[in-house]
């Protein structure tokens, strides 16, 4: 009887998955890095904002990458062809893009001097110098592929807007202004001043210089002093190869917390690390290479990824996290015109 | 903190002056009075809002709570003396007043229907007549009883079907009050404070309806004796015992036993007394064990049994004990908890070459939440007009929730054994200890004056972190990411002198001054009531007043289900949280009893603290992970009608109440917004009605405007940032959200019916069986949206978003049977 009463009880009402739409004034969403590192790009992208019931890439084109001639190889497969019952065909791939991307944007970079710089659109790249759009992690040395349907950007290909000429390159402690023109969307106007480049000079363990970082014991890095400005501490072990290193396979030890330090404190032109104790034993010592990276940032840069948003809502019931729509450095629309000035400083770690 | 008071050159005045006011009329102390108390024949309860008055003369009180009343200033003579109530036989007596001369009564009232007109005053009528502060209403026992409940009685629940106050859910029982959240509402069992009076996230309350006399509730505009809150008051008196006999009630429902038992304390040199005990336990856990329901199988072939890992459980015990006719002591105590508990164990033994191998792997979850409090009350008739009670209580409460994880493996090889483990514990925890002392003196200076006055000492410690360890065979490794710890400490002084300027005007004037010893400022809380009778079943009534608050809770204020409350004291660094309250009304009592209230109200909040939701800049050097102790500071106000029509007696009794508020709240990032919780309209309807002597129905019905929410309103990339040895950034597609909660869930709908058949007997023992039928129409009432997005499979090209509703209560049907014994 309980338990008739209890099912009674658990009938519910009908309930049907709705679609959610949305009327919404779009504006545009920039993200603009004026990088200072060597060899890095400065870039300009640019996006629009979308409404909830529209799809999120569009078809572009059509490209074609290979043609497999199965009768030359005698039919036999390899890993990418599939021979079966063909005597040859085409490998073509169906390329989509972010349906946000506006490609007809009008953007030019002005620094303090007047000189203006007209940032192209150049499509599909998948890499500007060592940026890219990363949808993997790297666990031990695993490489697993995100899941695009909870990371969606798998499909995305980098389209920026460049410097074709060659001629633009920024500088530290100089301003630079943005501005963005695209049909149909408000102007954006943006600006910024470039952060000066902090060195890193020495690291420290015990007391003693050094050249290698023992686990689970803090140190220190010493960097120049600045008059203003502020920059971001981080670390990374380099792996390697897990296939092939062997010492690669379960490494911990090294990481740390990034952290935000001031380059204007004259006080603290040292900084320790306290590094995340490592609790497993390592049969032999194992030795990496460990990358200590000190990063100068704008202002702009500093207020969107290091204050962020304050955003006083939550739902656990969202399938996605919320934003009321940033906007850093910017007038007319969201997003970021922001730059960065690094300093690495490579030096081995051990564990015994 | 005494010496601080005492520093103050105001508590000196008020000092210096209380003390010349008592001793100019201390003569009146003990002038020619008839005082006593009224009580129930059977049971020995006292009887509040009695009628009590000399025939022939103006000369008439109402008891007190505790059942107390006294004439005063009774010319010398030969009266009568009625005490009237109704559902009790009337009482007279003959008595002769002499030259001070005090008359001391203990008078008996029998159980007896009696129509409502043979009887013109009821107690709806006292308590219309002779209270001042608004927005006032008391609940007897009968009238929780009676309303639609959830499984089971709740007073909780009873109360949010009172115009002015609100709920956020199905899901809960806290109050929302005339846009106070429930962390602005001093609840208390017998005046000690309970800190998170919930079962089951707030499905339940913690209260033992059986258990209950009666409560009082203050919407707002509550009187100096109160302090500490500035939402409500709400004050559960737990019954004092049958006097007479022993005597027991059970009842058993689709989730809980309840039991009560009841009895006198054998007199013993001239003192005499009662006692109460009730429990009730959940029995799912226990059934569902008992079921052995397989969930899987062991490598050994026996099976995994499904358990359900909860329970909660609270006892209540009362006594009282009469020492003489002017003194008597109380004790109280409650304990409560709920406990979620899981455990899990697997051993695994293989063995190589030259080695055996024992794997031992343990996990565990063990989270108990509750409270305990104990109180002991002094009460002391100085003389008739002349009371003191001094009441000393502890009230502690605490969550504790512990996650294990421990490993172990041990190899023994022929010469040796070698043992290597990994134990992990996780641990957050809120603890509070409440430790208070209070003294209120009640007197009756004259039939113009009664003055009330006391003071309250009040120490809080709260205790609230986190903790993990971790150990292994060479290694300890002990940390806190957060350790809030503060002490508290309130000390109040309060007097509130009720004036009646004629038989048509009264006021009541009082303050409340409050050192709280993290800030070095005394807060002053002055309450105004006036109430002017403009005939005899007609008043206006305009209440006034500040409230401060020291102590907040550090929940998320979006969260979509609170299981527990995260209890903290108002930091040093912030000024304490204050609300004024503005109350004006108008009252009118039909000579059939028909209460009719419409009320009007606006009040405004301070230095409320919203708890930071998340912590961005984490990356910031000195900025900790968790947020818990980081708050935006808030301010909002709230107005509204309110109108309420309440029967309390006859075949048909119950109430119908509409409520217009609004609430915003103003912080920073969020700008004036609603809070979650805001209805502007609300209808509550309560109707029980005896079909015979024997068979009860009951039916509730609330309608309101939907609860506000935060709409998405589209997509946007926003980015993340790496910058370890190689530099990249990377887009995270982000909902853009509309402004805070300024779209609302459809319309709430609810329909409750229940019936209760009366005097079945069962071997002999009385029983009651009652049914209840929840959401009768099975309307859907909106909790909140899940959403899921729309995805091409082949290209992983999003193509739109879809919601669904997650509702609160279906059809419930749930039936239980009460005996008494």
């Not at chain 2, 002499?98 to 709806?124: C, F, G, Y």
Request: proline residues 3%.
């Amino acid at each position: 009887m309980v338990f008739l009463l209890l099912m009674i009880s658990c009938i519910g009402v009908n309930r049907q998955w709705e679609e959610v739409d949305s009327d919404y004034d779009h504006v545009l969403n920039v993200f603009g890095i004026l990088n200072l590192d060597p060899g890095y790009s400065s870039f300009i992208g640019l996006y629009r904002t979308t409404n909830l019931n529209e799809v999120s890439q569009k078809f572009s084109r059509v490209d074609t990458l290979y043609y497999c001639d199965c009768e030359s190889d005698g039919g036999k497969e390899d890993d990418n062809c599939w021979c079966e019952d063909e005597n040859g065909y085409w490998v073509v791939d169906s390329i989509y893009e972010p349906a946000a991307i506006i490609k007809d944007a009008s953007i030019h970079i002005t620094d303090d001097l007047g000189q203006s710089f007209e940032f192209n659109f150049m499509e599909n790249l998948t890499r500007i110098d060592s940026l890219n759009i990363d949808t993997t992690l790297n666990i031990d040395g695993y490489v697993i592929e995100l899941d695009t349907t909870i990371f969606d950007t798998n499909n995305i290909r980098l389209n920026f807007y460049v410097d074709t000429t060659g001629y633009f390159k920024p500088e530290p402690g100089r301003e630079y202004g943005l501005s963005i023109t695209a049909p149909g969307y408000n102007s954006i106007s943006g600006n910024l001043k470039t952060p000066l480049r902090t060195k890193i000079n020495s690291v420290y363990q015990r007391g003693d210089l050094i050249d290698t970082v023992l686990v689970n014991e803090p140190f220190e890095i010493s960097y120049d002093y600045q008059e203003i400005g502020r920059a971001l501490v981080s670390g990374q072990v380099l792996l390697g190869d897990w296939w092939t290193d062997s010492t690669s396979s379960g490494w911990c030890g090294g990481e740390f917390d990034p952290f935000m330090v001031d380059l204007d404190d004259g006080d603290l032109y040292k900084q320790t690390i306290d590094p995340w104790i490592c609790l497993e034993q390592s049969e032999q010592d194992k030795v990496k290479d460990y990358v200590l990276r000190l990063t100068s940032m704008d202002n702009n840069y500093y207020d969107y990824f290091v204050v962020g948003e304050s955003g006083e809502y939550s739902n656990a019931l969202l399938n996605y996290p919320t934003t009321k729509g940033r906007s850093v450095g910017l007038e007319g629309g969201f997003g970021l015109f922001g730059s960065i000035a690094s300093d690495w400083k490579t030096v081995k770690i051990i564990r015994r | 903190m005494i010496a601080h008071f005492l520093k103050n050159s105001f508590f000196r005045q008020i000092i210096f002056y209380g003390v010349l006011i008592i001793i100019s009329t201390y003569n009146n102390l003990f002038s020619q009075s008839v005082n006593g108390f009224v009580r129930e024949s059977s049971s020995g309860e006292p009887i509040s809002y009695a009628n009590v008055f000399l025939s022939n003369t103006v000369l008439g009180a109402a008891t007190s709570r505790d059942g107390y009343f006294v004439l005063s200033d009774i010319p010398p003579g030969k009266y009568v003396i009625n005490v009237t109530m109704i559902g009790y036989s009337i009482f007279k007596e003959d008595i002769e007043i002499n030259d001070s001369t005090s008359i001391r009564l203990d008078i008996r009232l029998k159980e007896e229907v009696i129509e409502a007109s043979e009887v013109v005053v009821t107690a709806e009528r006292q308590k219309f007549e002779r209270a001042i502060e608004s927005s006032q209403i008391s609940l007897d026992l009968r009238e929780i009883n009676s309303a639609p409940a959830f499984i089971e009685p709740d007073v909780f629940r009873t109360l949010q079907m009172l115009p002015g106050v609100q709920s956020s859910s199905d899901f809960s029982s806290a109050l929302y009050v005339r846009g106070s959240t429930p962390d602005q509402n001093l609840i208390m069992l017998d005046g000690i404070a309970i800190y998170n009076p919930y079962h089951l996230g707030g499905i339940f309350s913690t209260f033992n309806t059986d258990a209950i006399k009666e409560a009082d509730f203050h919407a707002g505009g509550f009187p100096a004796r109160y302090g500490g809150r500035m939402g409500a008051i709400l004050n559960i008196i737990n019954r004092e015992g049958n006097v007479n006999e022993i005597k027991g009630a059970a009842n058993i429902s689709l989730i809980s036993s309840k039991i009560l038992l009841e009895g006198p304390i054998p007199k013993y040199k001239g003192m005499k007394g009662s006692w109460m005990i009730s429990g009730r336990r959940t029995y799912f856990d226990r059934i569902i064990k008992a079921l052995k329901i397989p969930l899987s199988k062991n490598e050994d072939g026996s099976n995994n049994y499904f358990e359900f890992p909860y329970y909660f459980y609270d006892y209540q015990i009362k006594a009282n004990l009469d020492i003489n006719a002017n003194h008597r002591l109380t004790y109280s105590r409650f304990y409560g908890d709920d406990v979620l508990y899981y455990d899990f164990d697997e051993t695994d033994n293989y063995s190589d070459s030259n080695v055996n191998v024992n794997q031992d792997f343990q996990f565990g979850i063990d989270w108990p939440w509750g409270n305990k409090t104990n109180g002991l009350t002094w009460r002391w008739i100085i003389s008739p007009e002349l009371i003191s009670k001094t009441f000393i209580s502890n009230s502690y409460y605490r969550f504790n929730f512990n996650l294990g994880f421990d490993q172990k493996n041990t190899y023994t090889y022929s010469d040796s054994v070698i043992a290597v483990f990994q134990n992990i514990d996780y641990n957050v925890f809120d603890k509070i200890n409440d430790n208070t002392i209070e003294t209120e003196i009640t007197w009756k200076a004259d039939d113009r004056h009664e003055i009330t006055g006391g003071f309250q000492f009040k120490d809080v410690s709260y205790d609230l972190g986190i903790g993990i360890g971790i150990e292994t065979q060479d290694t300890v490794f002990n940390f806190s990411p957060l350790g809030l710890k503060n002490k508290t400490r309130e000390t109040s002084l309060y007097a509130q002198d009720k004036i009646s300027y004629s038989d048509k005007l009264k006021l009541q004037l009082g303050f409340r001054a409050t050192d709280y010893n993290l800030h070095n400022k005394i807060y002053i809380d002055p309450r105004i009531g006036i109430k002017y009778h403009y005939n005899s079943d007609l008043a206006l009534k305009l209440n006034w007043g500040i409230y401060h608050q020291f102590l907040t809770t550090a929940n998320n204020q979006d969260e979509n289900l609170r299981l527990v409350e995260l209890w903290m004291g108002i930091p040093a660094d912030k000024d304490a949280s204050v609300s004024q309250h503005f109350i004006s009304g108008i009252e009118y009592m039909s000579p059939k009893n028909i209460f009719y209230r419409l009320e009007l109200y606006s009040k405004s909040f301070d230095n409320l603290l919203t708890v930071k939701q998340d912590n961005p800049n984490t990356i910031e050097e000195g900025s900790s992970d968790s947020t818990i102790n980081e708050f935006w500071d808030t301010k909002g106000n709230s107005w509204g009608v309110e109108f309420l029509l309440k029967k309390s007696s006859g075949k048909l009794n119950g109430w119908l109440g509409y409520t217009y508020a609004e609430a915003n709240y103003f912080n920073e990032p969020s700008g004036w917004h609603r809070p979650n919780f805001d209805r502007t309209h609300t209808i509550n309807i309560v109707a029980n009605y005896d079909l015979t002597s024997e068979i009860q129905t009951n039916f509730g019905l609330t309608m309101s405007s939907g609860n506000p929410y935060t709409k998405i309103m589209g997509r946007v990339y926003d980015w993340q940032q790496n910058l370890d040895s190689d530099t990249y950034w990377y887009p995270v597609d982000s909902y853009i959200i509309g402004e805070k909660n300024t779209e609302r869930y459809d319309d709430y709908f609810r329909i409750d019916i229940g019936m209760t058949r009366k005097k079945g007997n069962l071997f002999g023992v009385n029983y009651d069986t009652y049914w209840q039928i929840m959401n009768v129409t099975r309307h859907l009432n909106i909790l909140s949206y899940a959403y899921r997005t729309k995805i091409d499979p082949w290209t992983g090209n999003r193509t739109g978003v879809e919601r669904r509703a997650i509702p609160m209560f279906p059809l419930i049907v749930t039936f239980g049977i009460k005996f008494d014994f």
